[in-house]
């Protein structure tokens, strides 16, 4: 009754959807405003340094060395070329950081829940150590405090005289394959997978036949027959296309090492320190996870005569890995994350060679910092799609 | 079935064992178990035999404490005169030796309140609260910063050392919270361009390493402005870590607003308070108590990132130590620096986490 | 079929035998001097107060817990740290649990076949008839491919007995089984439990089902502080228990 004797604008106002729709285009309209001013500001700035706009730059030579590539690359090749090679480095070391962290963490994890009071307790130490000092201390400290202070090329330190460490890096054998000797990798692969394949149709066979007095010996046979398959099929097929495998062994020739893989410092003192610190904080995941699995459970399944080894393979990881696999996502796109710390110490990853060496000789840097944001985003992005897919089926199977 | 009768008889309880108690009980549980155990824990036992007394030989025994260089150092033992020489640098920076006073003066600030806060057994919490989000950074950033009351102004390029990691964790933590808290708010939103909006900006920050939200703040945001206005370095590396953390800020923020069920709310509602009083007055309070452990590990995190803002030149703890290690008088001290470094962050890390797990405890 | 085979061994000769056994948790003196026989087929009620020591005494029956001085002998076999007897006597020795213990991450069926598959190595078209069999005589055929979460309180502790039997055990141990169920579910363990006692399987339950304990029980057990006070029959145990402490406990327990 009394509302009809108010204006139209106050009845909106107190109408809480037009209230709603009203806060909602005045954010639109800030927004707006604001990229507008920042635009107008931009352009009117660059235009006074001087300094061009567009993706034009992607095409120009950069002019500049990258001392790792993993695809061809030299100065003669465009800003696009350098934006490639420093993605596929920070994909490198993200890769092998992923994988030694994960074991590492995983065994300190494990190690943490020991029932051993001194290997808890060093578990634990290790865990509070090293996810209290900042990544960047440890990265300078691997590449400036340890590998830093290693010998010149000459005084090299040598392993079995093939692995060589000095302050250039580490220089490791690489195999260099003939085409035969390729051709024998790709048999044996081929042969791996189809024993794996064949296995796996097999498998409910093999259960029941073992148990079958006759069959037994059979069954012992076939798989004799296939795990010696996978070795000599290649081996036979090696002799026919006339394979070679030759170890390439770093030679010194003058100052430095040539042949063989070199691992340069950059990437070894990154690849260290991005394992350590990330290891630390997935090894809190895999113990928060283990101890998630409720005792009952251990019991229960101890009580059906599980042997310890069955109990932690049936029951209590595939439980733990429900609560692990989601932050261990998070802790892997940290560490891809953290990876760009790499532009510290000079190992050539994408923020490096192209948010600063690029940036640095183009000036564009809206354009050069939003493409490398966007890599970043587009891996984080996929990933947490990935995982709430991974979550919807996880909670679909349990109930 | 016969019935037996031991009313009176009730056994007294007994100590155990010999080998199942004290000391020699707890190490047959907890280190010889059994035969793996055993090789375990000898294997550990002998691991540390040879590495601990070395290093105490290095760092305590053998070490040289005090010295003007490299070369007053004992060439097997540590060489903590690096650390000592320099001490006031690694805490001050380049600051004027005669306005020192000045930054101890934002230590026992900060020192007081913290202590005030943590300390349960010293009452008026929330006071101290006001003081600590609402007075401290202003007084702080004029004492530090001066040009008022006959304060001769020391600009931010001659801050450095801990002090700037101090000043970063702080300014970053009072900033990203109240920031946080209105993002997370967003994204519970009901209107959907707000919703929209504040998802967008965490996934955004969240989806980047801290390095590009800084090299932006100190690259792109100048071109983002007109010529006039020039931000100082130090603000804008704040700028980028505030933009930076509130986003993990408000996903921890908005775990707590999960938590707190929709009774509260509507209890709310049935008073008649609007959305900002029952946010204010009712869930939010509830909702930040719970998450007060991420909190902390957030604060942790911004704390350790500090040390990032050595790409974009400016002088933390860390960084410091890195441009010390350049001295050609104390050409490899590399090792004592970084542990001197190292421990001081882990001192300040440790800390607060130990202390926010007693928080959680009680 | 297993079964026939067993029957053979000598029926008198006890399948469960404590002698003298003591246990600390730390410096808490938990069990005291027990000594207990079971004959084969034998259906025990152990009661007691809270904390009285029962839980733990038929925990250390199939070495869920560690005993430090005294022997258990479990058809044969004495419990030591050996972890083949421990096996072993697993094997043998079925558990029924408070909260039930199904695994969460697998299906009833699979709940019920994994203990069959891994340990007794059967075939999986075989144990999965096993199992069958099993959820049929507890009466949830039906439910076989569903996960534990999606049962009812009462459903979920009819699959963990029928879990055990799958492995055909000598001995079955009932941990409170009823003590986290709803009422209403009450009676459809109990049904299934009495079911089994009526079909000769020896049983040791810690329960507060006094009218469980009338209808099966061959020996009432009653425990405190750690040691058995009373064993006596159920009627002499209900009707006229010799030790004060048996009188108080019923008193509290039937007048509840």
Redesign the interface.
């Known amino acids: 009754m009394a509302n009809k004797r108010h204006p139209m604008l106050v009845r909106l106002w107190r109408d809480p959807v037009w209230r709603a729709v009203l806060f909602q285009v005045l954010l639109i309209l800030a927004v707006v405003a604001m990229v507008a001013w920042v635009v107008n500001n931009t352009l009117s700035n660059l235009e006074h340094r001087g300094i061009s706009t567009g993706f034009d730059f992607l095409s120009q030579s950069a002019g500049f060395g990258i001392i790792q590539t993993l695809v061809e690359y030299d100065e003669s090749h465009t800003f696009g070329r350098t934006f490639l090679v420093g993605l596929l480095n920070t994909l490198l070391v993200s890769f092998l950081g992923v994988i030694f962290a994960t074991i590492l963490g995983f065994l300190i994890g494990v190690a943490r829940l020991s029932s051993n009071w001194l290997l808890s307790k060093m578990a634990s130490i290790y865990i509070e150590v090293f996810r209290n000092i900042p990544l960047l201390l440890q990265i300078f400290f691997w590449y400036f405090a340890v590998l830093g202070i290693l010998p010149n090329p000459r005084q090299s330190i040598s392993l079995f005289d093939s692995i060589f460490i000095n302050v250039r890096g580490i220089s490791l054998p690489w195999p260099e394959l003939n085409a035969g000797m390729v051709t024998v990798a790709w048999v044996f692969m081929a042969c791996l997978a189809a024993v794996l394949v064949l296995r796996f149709f097999m498998r409910s066979w093999l259960l029941k036949a073992q148990h079958q007095e006759n069959k037994g010996q059979m069954v012992l046979y076939i798989k004799a027959a296939m795990a010696s398959s996978v070795v000599l099929i290649p081996l036979v097929t090696s002799f026919l296309v006339d394979a070679q495998l030759r170890w390439e062994i770093p030679e010194l020739k003058g100052f430095n090492f040539s042949g063989g893989l070199v691992l340069i410092p950059e990437l070894a003192a990154l690849w260290f320190a991005l394992s350590i610190y990330t290891a630390a904080f997935i090894a809190e995941v895999v113990r928060s996870g283990i101890e998630s699995v409720s005792k009952g459970q251990k019991e229960a399944a101890a009580a059906l005569g599980l042997k310890p080894r069955r109990v932690l393979s049936l029951v209590v990881i595939p439980q733990a890995m429900r609560v692990i696999i989601p932050p261990l996502t998070n802790q892997y796109l940290n560490l891809i994350k953290n990876s760009s710390l790499a532009t510290a110490i000079g190992y050539p990853d994408l923020v490096s060679v192209f948010a600063g060496t690029t940036l640095n000789q183009t000036g564009q840097a809206v354009e050069v910092i939003a493409m490398t944001m966007a890599v970043y985003l587009t891996i984080s992005l996929t990933v947490s799609v990935l995982m709430n897919l991974y979550n919807r089926w996880a909670s679909l199977v349990e109930r | 079935m016969k019935s037996t009768m031991m009313e009176e008889k009730m056994i007294p309880a007994r100590e155990p064992p010999v080998n199942s108690r004290g000391v020699l009980g707890w190490m047959r549980e907890k280190l010889f178990a059994t035969p793996s155990q055993s090789l375990i824990t000898l294997t550990l036992i002998y691991g540390l035999y040879l590495i601990l007394p070395p290093l105490w030989q290095w760092a305590v025994m053998d070490a040289t404490w005090t010295g003007e260089s490299r070369s007053a150092c004992n060439v097997d033992g540590a060489c903590w005169a690096f650390v000592t020489a320099r001490l006031d640098q690694f805490i001050y920076g380049f600051y004027p030796e005669s306005e020192i006073w000045r930054v101890n003066l934002f230590f026992v600030q900060l020192v007081l309140i913290l202590g005030w806060l943590m300390i349960p057994a010293i009452p008026g919490k929330k006071l101290a609260l006001g003081l600590g989000l609402l007075v401290l950074p202003v007084t702080s950033w004029l004492v530090l910063s001066g040009g008022y009351f006959g304060l001769p102004e020391v600009e931010t390029h001659k801050w450095g050392g801990l002090m700037v990691t101090l000043v970063l964790a702080l300014y970053g933590m009072l900033a990203s919270l109240p920031v946080g808290v209105l993002l997370a708010l967003g994204r519970r939103s009901s209107m959907p361009v707000i919703r929209t909006f504040c998802t967008a900006y965490i996934e955004l920050w969240r989806g980047v390493p801290l390095i590009t939200v800084l090299f932006m703040a100190s690259v792109m945001l100048p071109l983002f402005v007109p010529e006039e206005i020039v931000f100082d370095k130090l603000v804008r590396a704040l700028i980028g870590i505030v933009m930076f953390q509130s986003a993990y800020m408000a996903e921890v923020v908005r775990g707590g607003l999960q938590a707190i069920p929709k009774g509260q709310v509507e209890a709310c509602q049935s008073l008649g308070m609007g959305y900002w009083q029952s946010m204010l007055l009712v869930v939010l309070p509830q909702a930040l108590r719970l998450v007060i452990p991420g909190i902390v590990n957030t604060f942790i995190a911004l704390f350790k990132d500090t040390s990032l803002v050595l790409v974009i030149g400016l002088f933390d703890l860390l960084s410091i130590v890195q441009a010390a290690l350049n001295d050609p008088e104390w050409l490899g001290s590399a090792v004592e620096g970084y542990l001197f470094a190292g421990f001081v962050f882990w001192l300040f890390c440790f800390g607060i986490s130990k202390y926010s797990q007693r928080l959680e405890k009680n | 079929m297993d079964k026939m085979v067993r029957e053979v061994k000598d029926p008198a000769s006890p399948v469960i035998r404590l002698n003298g056994v ?1 246990k ?1 948790y ?4 938990v069990l ?2 027990i000594n207990l026989d079971v004959v084969r087929g034998e259906k025990i009620v152990i009661c007691g107060p809270s904390g009285s020591g029962k839980s733990t005494l038929i925990r250390c029956i ?1 070495a ?1 817990e560690e005993h ?2 005294g022997q258990i002998i479990v058809d044969g076999t004495e419990l030591t ?1 050996d ?1 083949k007897n421990i ?1 072993k006597v ?2 043998e ?3 029924v ?1 408070q ?1 039930f ?5 697998l299906t009833v069926l699979e709940n019920c076949t ?2 069959p ?3 007794r ?5 075989a144990a999965e008839k096993t199992a069958m069999e099993y959820l049929e005589r507890v009466r949830i055929p039906d439910q076989a491919d569903k ?1 534990p ?2 049962l009812s309180g009462g459903q979920q502790q009819r699959v ?1 007995i029928a ?2 039997l799958c ?1 055909n055990p000598e001995i079955m141990l009932f941990d409170e089984p009823t003590s986290a169920l709803d009422p209403e579910m009450i009676k459809e363990v109990l049904d299934v439990m009495i079911e089994l006692a009526n079909e000769g399987m020896t049983m040791l339950c810690v329960t507060h089902e006094m009218g469980f304990a009338k209808t099966v029980a ?2 009432m057990i009653f425990m405190d ?9 159920p009627e ?2 209900f009707n006229n228990p ?4 048996s009188r108080a406990f019923l008193g509290q327990i039937l007048n509840h």
Do not use: C
Not at chain 3, 242 to 245: I, L, T, V
């Open positions: 003591n600390w730390d410096n808490f003196h005291r001097d199939n869920l430090q001085e740290r972890l096996e697993r094997r020795v079925g558990m649990f909260q213990n199904l695994f969460p991450h994994l203990a598959l891994w340990v190595k059967t075939a999986k078209k996960y979460g999606q963990a879990r055990s492995m061959d020996r502080q750690g040691q058995i006070v009373e064993e006596a029959t002499v145990f010799k030790s004060e402490r």
